[in-house]
């Protein structure tokens, strides 16, 4: 055979080889299409199941703070949510256009009910709270029916999501499928076509098409199993290779982000339930230190990545004092004024370095280039404290991302702290004395019940003290004047017995001194103490000197093992005899042999 016929044979097979080869690559990329669109198809229809849910569940979230709070403003972002809904409604009963199945189509028409349904009861909790019935419109927010129709919407969503992945992975695996047949039938006729042309197309095949196949096939291999971590290289050729290359970076891409917005709503979700766990901490909090502590325990675990502290306000300096830091390498001030603080200042929130030279640092963060987010803790009108954020690796990013949960933080972290101030308070009324600020007779009382309750295991005295005289000075200095000096003498009197025993005014110029572990030569040592004090002290009054005020005191002793019943009696018997005998003087229960000692 000659070889011009055997190389007219051969440039004919060429030909042929050529031709089927290059319909198998269009072949190929038209699966890469098939891909692509399976792909879309997957991200819409996910994307509006899961929009359908979260606007849900916005909505709701709007329609229960409404509801609890009466705030208008929650009002309109309920109604802006449920328009947004609405068009997310009319995308779904359209969903056949973006390529869902009649099945998918039919489980997006159940979604929709479930959502109807969850804003009728919305609207209904609205319509009951604007008519002054709070506590219905709350029941049918915070219902059991609310919570299951709540329930059923997120299972639907999720099963209509695992539906649409489950056809949208059976699709694409089918398209892979036929683009890796169609690219092996092309290697196949490559490389008969490098048989005929072995000097001259070996090269061109195998740089040109067989190794970036290899590559490409065991990237999509790595992609088929979920592992998005591997590198897709950019291939600039404007043939089949490189659209097959660019559809596995788009499904590569996309994969990522998949797979970033699951990681983003599992931190979420996450976030959430720390929250919830921290707020029923909150509920139980006995003071304003123990609810730093569960803040200081809970921080962390929702945000690793940023480290702070909580600041309060302390009532009598108006200085912020640090009551509790977490993960913070940083040395800020412990304590500083509210002008060094420009979220006081401005009574908002403020962010320092969220971006070079954007807004001013606060004084009290210290020297250094972190990001930082000063929230003032305010609640019923009231400035309680402040939290501060900073990123630990001074991205401003990762506390704008979570500003709106931070801030969510501190409104609770605010309202506990308001009405534990408030509880306090009570609690000071309560159980002390106005004018002296000693505690009152109903603690005085508490007090006995608790020992009488018990067995006495350490001596306990009582101190029975009357200021001697007082009528006749209220009588010649006036009202004004004897509160002052009852104020001296309790001053004196809580002095001298710190660490020793607790006051109590009893009544009038009354008062009593439980001494607890105290015998009877220890107390009639204390007390007298007490009534040489106040003999040589000098009471003035607006300028004016006065002289003379004693005290006479009655003194009673319960030993261990013996009941404390009848103590305070005993106490006020002596204190009649003290009376009795010319005042300023301390007479010991006769019931407790303890030789009085005589005034000098």
């Known amino acids: 055979m000659k070889i011009s016929t055997i190389t007219n044979w051969a440039y004919g097979v060429t030909v042929v080889l050529t031709a089927v080869s290059g319909i198998a690559f269009i072949a190929a990329a038209d699966s890469a299409r098939e891909e692509r669109r399976a792909v879309s198809v997957h991200l819409a229809l996910n994307e509006l199941g899961e929009e359908l849910a979260i606007g849900a569940e916005l909505r709701t979230d709007e329609a229960r703070l409404y509801v609890m709070r009466g705030d208008l403003a929650h009002l309109q972002a309920f109604d802006d949510a449920n328009t947004v809904e609405h068009q997310l409604e009319a995308t779904a009963r359209a969903a056949a256009s973006l390529g869902a199945t009649e099945e ?69 695996i089918a398209a892979q499928a036929r683009s890796n047949l169609f690219g092996l039938a092309a290697r196949i006729m490559l490389s008969f076509t490098a048989a005929v042309f072995l000097a001259v197309l070996y090269f061109v095949l195998r740089r040109r098409v067989s190794l970036p196949l290899s590559r490409m096939t065991g990237i999509v291999k790595r992609l088929a199993s979920q592992d998005f971590a591997v590198e897709v290289p950019l291939d600039g050729r404007r043939d089949e290779i490189g659209e097959l290359n660019s559809a596995i970076h788009i499904f590569r891409e996309n994969g990522l982000e998949r797979e970033r917005l699951d990681a983003e709503r599992r931190r979420d979700i996450k976030i959430k339930d720390l929250i919830l766990q921290m707020m029923h901490r909150l509920q139980a909090c006995q003071s304003l230190s123990e609810m730093a502590r ?22 009598e300096t108006g200085a912020l004092q640090c009551v509790a830091r977490w993960q913070s390498d940083l040395s800020p001030s412990q304590e500083f004024e509210t002008e060094a603080c420009w979220g006081l200042r401005r009574g908002r929130t403020h962010g320092s370095n969220f971006d070079e030279g954007e807004d001013m ?51 609770n972290i605010a309202l506990t702290a308001v009405n534990l101030k408030l509880r306090d308070q009570m609690t000071q009324l309560v159980e002390r004395d106005p004018l002296t600020g000693l505690l009152n007779r109903r603690s005085l009382d508490a007090a006995l019940i608790r020992y009488a309750t018990g067995r006495l295991m350490a001596p306990l005295a009582c101190l029975m003290l009357d200021i001697d005289w007082f009528k006749r000075f209220n009588d010649e200095f006036g009202h004004d004047a004897g509160d002052a000096v009852m ?9 001298i017995t710190e660490g020793h025993g607790t006051c109590y005014r009893f ?23 007490v009534r040489q004090s106040v003999a040589s002290t000098s009471f003035s009054f607006r300028g004016q000197h006065i002289d003379g005020i004693t005290v006479s005191i009655g003194l009673a002793i319960a030993n261990a093992g013996d009941s404390t019943e009848t103590l305070r009696a005993r106490a006020d018997a002596a204190l009649l005899r003290a009376k009795a005998a010319g005042r300023n003087r301390v007479e010991v229960s006769a019931a407790d042999g303890v030789e009085n000692e005589q005034p000098r």
Do not use: W
């Open 104 to 172: 998918e189509q039919a489980f997006l028409k159940r979604i929709n009910t479930d959502v109807d349904a969850l804003e009728d009861m919305e609207l209904e909790a609205i319509k009951a709270y604007r008519a002054g019935d709070a506590a219905t419109a709350q029941e049918i927010l915070f219902g059991a029916e609310h919570y299951r129709d709540h329930v059923k919407l997120i299972d639907d969503v999720r099963q209509f999501r695992s539906m649409v992945r489950s056809r949208t992975d059976q699709d694409l």
């Open 294 to 315: 569960v803040l200081a325990c809970y921080a962390p675990q929702m945000f690793p990545e940023l480290s702070g502290g909580i600041f309060l306000r302390d009532d």
């Open 361 to 411: 640092r606060c004084a009290h963060l210290g020297a250094g280039k972190a990001a930082a987010l000063c929230i003032p803790l305010s609640a019923q009108g009231d400035t309680v404290g402040l939290l501060s954020f900073d990123a630990r690796g001074g991205d401003a990013k990762m506390i704008r991302d979570d500003q709106l949960y931070l801030e969510l933080i501190a409104e």
């Open 487 to 495: 104020q001296s003498f309790s001053g004196i009197l809580a002095r």
């Open 507 to 529: 009544g009038g110029e009354e008062f009593v001194v439980l001494l607890p572990g105290y015998d009877a030569e220890r107390s009639h040592q204390l007390a007298e103490d």
